[in-house]
C-alpha cells in the first residue's frame, strides 16, 4: 500500500518528469496560457535561439489586460505600449501557430475565463501562465499557478517547468453560507483570518460542505485568490459539479477518451489520513458579507464594522494600518455602511463570469445607480457577455445606468484607458486594492458582485442582506 496522499501530491506525482538529488523536479505542463503582457520577451526568446513553440495545440494565447473594452479597440489602441503588445501576441500566436482568440473573436476574454469556458482547464492538468491569478484554475482540480516571463519562455521552448514542491495546507469551510454570502465572502474571510502571507510556501486545498455547494463558478472565485493569500496554488477536488460543468465544452474530451478521463478524474481526491501541514478550518455559518477597508486584501471586515484604528493593529501593521487609512481617505470608528463611493466595477478573473453578472443584475433589477456614481459591468469573455444579452442582464445593467463593456481585464488594474481618477471611490469585484490599483490615487474596496451592485443602488458601501430583505 502507498501511503496516503493529498490531491496535490497525486498531481504531482503524476507531472514529474524527472527529479534531482535536491528534490527539484522537472514537471510536464499540460496546459500553457499565455497574454500580451508577459509573453513578449519569451516568444523573442524563442526567435533569437531559432526555436518553436513545443506544443503549440497544447498553448493558448489571449490579449485581456491591455485591451479598451470599448468598440473600435480591434482597429485601434491609443496607448503605444499597449499596442505594442497586443500587436506583438497577435504576431507571435500566428507566427508559433499556438490556439489564438483575438479581440475580433467572440470567445476572447480574460485568460482565466477563457480557459475553462473552452474546456482546455480541465482535472488533474498542470496548467500555466504568466499570470499571478493562474490559480483560478485550480477550481477544477488542476495545479495551476503564474510563472515569470523566462520560465514562460521555458515552458514554450520545452513543455516543462522547474519546480520544487510546496507544502500542503487545508482550508476547509464547514456547514453552509448565510443568505447573501458568496464565494468572494469566503475566500475574502480566509485571508482576512490566515493573511496576505499565510499560505506562502503552500498549495491549498479548499475543502468542506461550502465548498463543495458552491457553482464551478464560485470555486473559481475561491481558487482565483489563493495567490493574495500567498499560496503557490489553490485546488479544489472535482466532483460531480466540475464534470458536469466540463462535459461538452469545445475542448473536453468526447465519447471514450470523455469516459477513460473522467475514470482517472474520480481517483483525484486527498485519500483519508494524508498529511497537510497546516490545517486552517472556518465555519461557513460564520461569513458574513465582507468588504476590504484598507489597500491589502487582508484588510476585510464584515460589512457590518467600523474602519478600525490603528491602535488596533500592533508591532509594524500599525504603521501600515495609519498609511492605509490615510490613503483611503477613512476615519478610525466610521461605519463601514457610511462609507460613500463613486464608481462601481463588476468584473474581473475573480467575478466575471455569467454568475457573477447574475447576481448582481439580481440586486439590480429595477433599480438605478446613486446619482453621481458612475457603473462599469465588464463581462470577462465575449461569450459571457452574449449570454449575458440573451438572459437580458445587459439590460438591468443599462437600465440600472451602467456602462456594458466589451470583455478584458479593464478596471481591475491601471493597465487600460478603464481607470478611477486620483481619490475616486470604488466598489469592486476584482482581487487587489494596493495603492494604484485601479488607477492613480483611486480608492478600492473589494467585495461580491452582488456586494458591489447595492454599493452602487444605494451609493455608499452597504450590507446586500437589506437590499435581498427589500425583495422577498
Ligand atoms: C499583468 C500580470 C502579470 C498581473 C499578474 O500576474 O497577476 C495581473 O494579471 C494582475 O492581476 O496584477
Ligand atoms: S482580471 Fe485582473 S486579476 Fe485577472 S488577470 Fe486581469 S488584471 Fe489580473
Sequence with gaps: MTAPRTLYDKIWDDHVVHQ??????????????????????AFEGLRMTGRKVRAPEKTIAVPDHNVPTTLGRETHIDNEESRIQVEALDRNARDFGVNYYPVTDIRQGIVHIVGPEQGWTLPGMTVVCGDSHTATHGAFG?????????????????????????????????GSLRPGVTAKDITLSVIGATGTAGGTGYVIEYCGQAIRELSMEGRMTVC??????????????????????????PHAPKGAAWEAAL??????????????????TIRGEDIAPVVTWGTSPEDVLPITGVVPSPDDFTGGKVAAAQRSLEYMGLTPGEKLTDIRIDAVFIGSCTNGRIEDLRA????????????????????????????AEEEGLAQI?????????????????????????????CAATSNRNFEGRQGRGGRTHLMSP????????TGRLTDVRELMAETV
Excluded at 361 to 380: C, F, N, S, Y
Aim: hydrophobic share 40%; net charge negative.
Design 360 to 387: 448582481a443584475a439580481e440586486i439590480l433589477k429595477g433599480k438605478k445607480l446613486a446619482p453621481g456614481v458612475r457603473g462599469m459591468v465588464v463581462p470577462g469573455s465575449g461569450l459571457v457577455r452574449l449570454q
Design 142 to 174: 488542476a495545479l495551476a499557478h503564474g510563472i515569470g516571463t523566462s520560465e514562460v519562455e521555458h515552458v514554450l521552448a520545452t513543455q516543462t517547468l522547474i519546480q520544487k514542491k510546496s507544502r500542503n495546507m487545508k482550508v476547509e469551510i464547514t
Design 450 to 457: 452582488a456586494m458591489a451592485a447595492a454599493a452602487g443602488v
Design 224 to 249: 482565483n485568490m489563493a495567490i493574495e493569500g500567498g499560496a503557490r496554488a489553490g485546488l479544489i477536488a472535482p466532483d460531480e459539479i466540475t464534470f458536469e460543468y466540463v462535459k461538452g465544452r
Design 397 to 425: 445593467f443599462i437600465d440600472a445606468g451602467f456602462e456594458w463593456r466589451l470583455a478584458g481585464c479593464s478596471m481591475c488594474l491601471g493597465m487600460n484607458p478603464d481607470q478611477l481618477a486620483p481619490g475616486e471611490r
Design 20 to 41: 534531482s538529488e535536491d528534490g527539484t523536479c522537472l514537471l510536464y505542463i499540460d496546459r500553457h496560457l499565455v497574454h500580451e503582457v508577459t509573453s513578449p520577451q
Design 263 to 280: 475514470a482517472y478524474w474520480k481517483t483525484l481526491y486527498t485519500d483519508e489520513g494524508a498529511h497537510f501541514d497546516k490545517v486552517v
